[in-house]
């Protein structure tokens, strides 16, 4: 069965913040004193691979009368109707404006112009600046016939050095702008056009260079009048192959804040599977068109005398093939960018990111009453298999239930990094893992369709509402954490100087028209990120600054936002020394987390299961939970290990 996971509420697409790297402040959280020193690298990350079925028509034999068949299957039928559907959703999303996934920002339609101009300019500025950067050198070194190693080296490298990794690295010196990306896309457009414009120059036949030479032609003249034209032809076939290339990859331009139409396929939580559907598409037409409008280009700076020494006369049947061949090359592209696009958002895989089938731990009886206790009954029942989302705090959070349970005698696997709350919650009800940890606020907003204004402020009754809801699907929400991650907003200690020693948000009303303020661009949609800002507190900011959730303190570090979208566990916030803006008027509503369990391996886990997390939630406090967080994200220790330290530490294990 076709499996879509279509990515909803913004607030937990969180994912694991830069560690940067920068002397950290002491500080103590609860039972966490020792200092520490930076352990290895993050563990390799998995996902859930969701399996697609499909079907295959019969074949017979022409003339021979066809058996009875059964019908089709129910759902192979589905699934070609939910993609005619996908489709015609999307083709729609490209052609009229519409609301938004979480509703309060329109989107599609007239509304794409801003983003195809802004990538059609960085594709435009890309080009023209790696032509002008390329052809005179290339045209010199291949009109000298010098450095050819040192040309197709270089050519080879810049092929390899991957876009993305461009951007990371560089966002760092340039920042995220416009000018990051395009300098990213220079370097991608520069290898084919290089090379093309070289081996151009140097497959000039050389008799017409020494009669031209015997004419009188300068070395000069001889390059721009005699090589360049005659090489024209391949000049442009390097220029076609950067313009498609670029075309294609400044869809990155999100991770550097600058809005190109990646946006709606990075953000398919406000602009849903058919706004990344629908964008993909449209890419892919752009680059087609691209293709041939520059395929037109190439045959036309092509000389006359060129086009009849090199090409065969054609004959009708060559017409025809061409036509069928260039028709099907066509399809092919548009079939699989909407593939891509369909599959991207349910393609993980279901490797186990720990070790199978668990020890049991033994433990002694003890006066500590927080011990976990070994119970070998529980050996004897089924594997648990503890999920998470992808981001920091999901990851520890998932090792620390896997290794208490452990400690209790029962047998456990792990499957972390499955996705958004969309895929996690998808993968406990196929029985691909057995739990997870869930936010109370995300359950009621994402799953249970709750407005955002209309979810509790008071944990307990939001945490209620949150396991009634699920119940009715077959899953237990066990109790929560005294932590809370909600949304907050932080400024420097210098920005809350300069505007008058501001520390509530309130203290912003004045001022927050001369301030930029930055968030994930679903932010814009929520009534508990800008939305709320501006119906609750009245705050009417300069700018809007769109970024991707891992950025979201350094762009706050570096000035290029004055407020800034965080998390309130962020371990960043004590260790930036930010000042984390109360929320005196309680706009953000309760995130406690909650190990969403699936109720029949609740039941056959017997009661200890329950008992056990109940246990180790007590001690996950918000100090508590910025401390493990930063160990992850700034000391670089993994998530297993931070997850140990805290159940010894807290006296959980020995």
């Given at each position: 069965m076709a499996r879509r996971a279509a990515a909803r509420a913004a607030r937990d697409l969180r994912r694991a913040a830069r560690g940067d790297h920068h002397d950290r402040?002491?500080?103590?959280?609860?039972l966490l004193r020792r200092r520490r020193r930076p352990g290895p690298a993050d563990p390799q990350r998995h996902r859930v691979q969701v399996q697609r079925r499909g079907g295959r028509p019969a074949l017979r034999a022409a003339g021979l009368r066809a058996r009875p068949r059964a019908a089709r299957r129910?759902?192979?039928?589905?699934?070609?109707?939910a993609g005619e559907g996908d489709v015609k959703d999307?083709?729609?999303?490209?052609?009229?404006?519409r609301e938004s996934v979480g509703g309060g920002v329109?989107?599609?339609?007239?509304?794409?112009?801003?983003?195809?101009w802004t990538h059609l300019r960085v594709t435009f500025e890309a080009i023209l600046i790696a032509c002008l950067v390329t052809l005179p050198l290339a045209t010199w070194l291949g009109h000298k016939g010098r450095a050819q190693l040192a040309a197709s080296t270089a050519a080879n490298v810049g092929r390899a050095v991957p876009s993305f990794a461009v951007l990371v690295f560089f966002s760092t010196y340039l920042g995220l702008n416009v000018g990051n990306l395009v300098f990213a896309m220079v370097l991608l457009a520069i290898p084919p056009i290089f090379t093309n414009t070289y081996v151009g120059i140097r497959q000039v036949d050389r008799d017409v260079v020494d009669a031209a030479r015997g004419m009188g032609l300068t070395e000069r003249q001889l390059a721009t009048k005699v090589e360049l034209p005659l090489s024209l032809p391949l000049v442009f076939g390097g220029i076609r192959t950067s313009v498609v290339n670029v075309l294609a990859t400044a869809t990155l331009g999100p991770y550097v804040g600058v809005d190109t139409l990646g946006v709606p396929i990075v953000n398919a939580n406000v602009h849903g599977d058919a706004g990344r559907l629908g964008t993909a598409i449209?890419?892919?037409?752009?680059?087609?068109?691209?293709?041939?409008?520059f395929a037109a280009l190439q045959r036309a700076v092509t000389p006359r005398g060129l086009k009849l020494s090199q090409q065969p006369t054609p004959t009708r049947r060559n017409r025809h093939m061409r036509s069928r061949s260039v028709l099907a090359a066509v399809a092919t592209v548009v079939l699989a960018f909407g593939l891509a696009a369909c599959g991207s958002s349910d393609n993980s895989s279901s490797n186990d990111s720990g070790s199978g089938t668990s020890t049991p731990a033994t433990t002694t009886s003890t006066d500590n009453g927080k011990l976990i206790q070994s119970n070998p009954e529980n050996g004897s029942k089924p594997t648990i298999t503890i999920g998470s989302k992808n981001f920091t705090e999901e990851f520890i959070l998932g090792e620390i239930y896997a290794q208490a349970l452990q400690a209790a005698g029962y047998k456990v696997k792990k499957q972390l990094n499955l996705g958004s709350e969309q895929i996690a919650l998808k993968a406990l009800k196929a029985g691909r893992v057995d739990a997870y940890p869930e936010y109370t606020g995300t359950v009621l907003t994402s799953f249970c369709k709750v407005k955002d204004k209309a979810v509790p402020?008071?944990?307990t009754a939001a945490y209620d509402q949150a396991k009634a809801c699920m119940a009715k699907e077959g899953i237990t929400a066990l109790p929560h954490t005294p932590f809370t991650d909600s949304n907050g907003f932080a400024v420097t200690q210098a920005t809350a100087q300069k505007l008058g020693g501001i520390?509530?948000?309130?203290d912003l009303k004045a001022k927050a028209s001369t301030l930029t303020v930055s968030g994930p661009p679903e932010c814009q949609q929520r009534t508990d990120c800008l939305l709320g800002l501006e119906s609750v507190y009245g705050l009417k900011f300069k700018k809007f600054?769109?970024?991707?959730?891992?950025?979201?303190?350094?762009?706050?570090?570096?000035?290029?936002?004055?407020?800034?979208e965080v998390f309130t566990t962020d371990g960043q916030i004590k260790a930036d020394n930010l000042v984390l803006l109360q929320d005196d008027k309680q706009l953000f509503p309760p995130y406690n987390v909650t190990l969403l369990a699936s109720t029949k391996v609740a039941d056959a886990a017997g009661p200890d299961f329950a008992k056990v997390v109940s246990s180790v939630n007590e001690g996950l406090t918000t100090p508590v939970m910025q401390e493990l967080n930063s160990r992850v994200d700034l000391d670089k220790q993994t998530p297993a290990a931070v997850a140990g330290e805290y159940l010894k530490e807290a006296g959980y294990l020995k």
């Open positions: 402040r002491a500080r103590r959280a609860g129910p759902a192979a039928a589905a699934a070609l109707a999307a083709i729609d999303y490209l052609l009229h404006a329109q989107i599609g339609g007239s509304h794409l112009l801003p983003l195809l449209l890419i892919a037409l752009l680059a087609i068109a691209a293709e041939l409008i402020h008071d944990e520390t509530k948000l309130s600054l769109s970024i991707d959730l891992a950025k979201r303190h350094e762009v706050i570090k570096n000035g290029q936002s004055d407020v800034g």
